[in-house]
C-alpha cells in the first residue's frame, strides 16, 4: 500500500453506561455526524501533524507519537495471521508515513475522538474488503495506547455507526452490539474543557472499586440496570421521552455520586432543566466533557440551547462545542 489514503471515522455520543460497562455492563449510545479525518502519505517515517479545524497544524503535539507508531505497527501486524510469526517481513506491517488528522471533534472532549482516531486507522491499514467487525477489533486494540482498559464501546460506535446497544458476555472480550431504537427526540448536546483525561477517570473509578467494592459495584449494577431499561432492540418498542429523560436524570446521579460530574457540569444540566430539558447527565468519562440534555420539541431546543450559553457566560466557560441533534 504505496499511495496516500484518507479514512474517517465518527464521534460518539454516549447515553447510558459509560464507566459501567468497563465492568460489564451494558451500554447504549449512538454515533454523531461529525468526524475525524486521517490522510496517510507513506514516507520512510512515521510522523503526525494534528490540525484544529482549519489548515493550522495544532499546538499541542501528539502525545507519545513514537509509542502510538510502535503500537499501531504491532497492532496491525498482530491482526494479520501470518504476521507474528514473521514480524520483520510481514506484508501486513503497515507503511510508515505522515499522518494528518483533522478533527470536527473537540480532542479529548468526551465525543470519542481518540475511538474515532482508532477507527479511521483501522480503516487505512486494515487491507481487503471493507468489514466494520474487523475494524471495529483493530481499533479497540489501538485504543489501548490511550486507556488501559477500553470496553470497546466507543470504537464499536464508531466502526459500526448508528445508534448501538452493546451487550457483554465474556470478560476481556469485544461486547455484542445491536442496532438500538431510541425514542424520537431532541438532544442538546455540548463539551466543556476537562481537567482530567478519559484514563484517569478510569483509574480513579478502579481505585474506589478497591476501596469501596460493594458500594462501587452497586453503583456499577444500577448503571447498567439503567442503560439496560432504556434499550429496545428488533421489533420491541422504544421507550418514550420522559421515561428516557428521567433515567437519564437517575443516571447522573449515579454519576454525581462517582465524583465524575463537576460542580459546572451540575449547573449546565439544572440550568438546561430549567429552561425546559426533561432530563440530562454527562456523556463519555466525565470530569468536565461531554453532555447532553433531552427536549421534546424543536421550540425547547431553542430554550435550552440559550439557557446553556448564559449558564456558560456566568461560568466564564468556553464550550469545546455546543448543538442540537435529532433522533
Ligand atoms: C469513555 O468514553 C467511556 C468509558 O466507559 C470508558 C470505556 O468504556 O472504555 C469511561
Known amino acids: 500500500m504505496n499511495r496516500e489514503q484518507r479514512a474517517r471515522a465518527p464521534g460518539k455520543l454516549l447515553l447510558?453506561?459509560?464507566?459501567?460497562?468497563?465492568?460489564?455492563?451494558?451500554?447504549?449510545?449512538?454515533?454523531?455526524?461529525?468526524?475525524?479525518?486521517?490522510?496517510h502519505t507513506p514516507g520512510a517515517r512515521w510522523s503526525v501533524t494534528l490540525y484544529n479545524g482549519g489548515d493550522t497544524p495544532a499546538r499541542e503535539p501528539f502525545p507519545q507519537a513514537d509509542r502510538f507508531f510502535a503500537h499501531l505497527t504491532r497492532t496491525i501486524i498482530r491482526c494479520d495471521p501470518a504476521g507474528e510469526s514473521n514480524s520483520a517481513h510481514s506484508t501486513k506491517r503497515p507503511v510508515p508515513g505522515h499522518l494528518q488528522v483533522w478533527s470536527d471533534l473537540p480532542i479529548a472532549g468526551g465525543f470519542g475522538s481518540s475511538a474515532a482516531l482508532c477507527a479511521a486507522l483501522a480503516r487505512i491499514f486494515h487491507p481487503g474488503e471493507y468489514n466494520p467487525i474487523a475494524d471495529w477489533a483493530i481499533a479497540h486494540e489501538l485504543e489501548h495506547f490511550f486507556h488501559g482498559t477500553p470496553s470497546g464501546i466507543d470504537t464499536g460506535l464508531s466502526t459500526l455507526g448508528g445508534a448501538q446497544a452493546f451487550s457483554f458476555f465474556r470478560p476481556g472480550e469485544l461486547p455484542e452490539a445491536r442496532e438500538c431504537r431510541l425514542p424520537s427526540m431532541h438532544l442538546v448536546v455540548g463539551s466543556i474543557p476537562r481537567a482530567t483525561d478519559?484514563?484517569?477517570?478510569?483509574?480513579?473509578?478502579?481505585?474506589?472499586?478497591?476501596?469501596?467494592?460493594d458500594t462501587t459495584m452497586r453503583y456499577m449494577e444500577q448503571l447498567g440496570e439503567l442503560s439496560r431499561s432504556v434499550t429496545a432492540v428488533a421489533d420491541q418498542s422504544p421507550?418514550?421521552?420522559?421515561?428516557?429523560?428521567?433515567?437519564?436524570?437517575?443516571?447522573?446521579?449515579?454519576?454525581?455520586?462517582?465524583?465524575?460530574?463537576?460542580?459546572?457540569?451540575?449547573?449546565?444540566?439544572?440550568?438546561?432543566?430549567?429552561?425546559?430539558?426533561?432530563?440530562?447527565?454527562?456523556?463519555?468519562a466525565g470530569g468536565g466533557g461531554a453532555f447532553y440534555l433531552v427536549c421534546e420539541t424543536e421550540a425547547a431546543v431553542d430554550r435550552v440551547a440559550e439557557a446553556i450559553r448564559e449558564a456558560l457566560k456566568r461560568e466564564q466557560i468556553t464550550a469545546t462545542a455546543l448543538f442540537s441533534m435529532a433522533v
Open 198 to 213: 478519559t484514563k484517569s477517570l478510569v483509574t480513579g473509578v478502579r481505585r474506589r472499586m478497591e476501596d469501596s467494592p
Open 239 to 284: 421507550v418514550d421521552v420522559a421515561t428516557f429523560a428521567s433515567t437519564a436524570n437517575a443516571a447522573q446521579e449515579i454519576l454525581r455520586e462517582l465524583e465524575l460530574s463537576t460542580p459546572t457540569l451540575d449547573n449546565l444540566l439544572s440550568g438546561g432543566r430549567e429552561a425546559g430539558a426533561l432530563g440530562g447527565k454527562l456523556s463519555g
Open 16 to 39: 447510558f453506561g459509560e464507566h459501567s460497562a468497563v465492568y460489564g455492563y451494558p451500554a447504549v449510545g449512538v454515533a454523531l455526524d461529525r468526524y475525524l479525518t486521517v490522510l
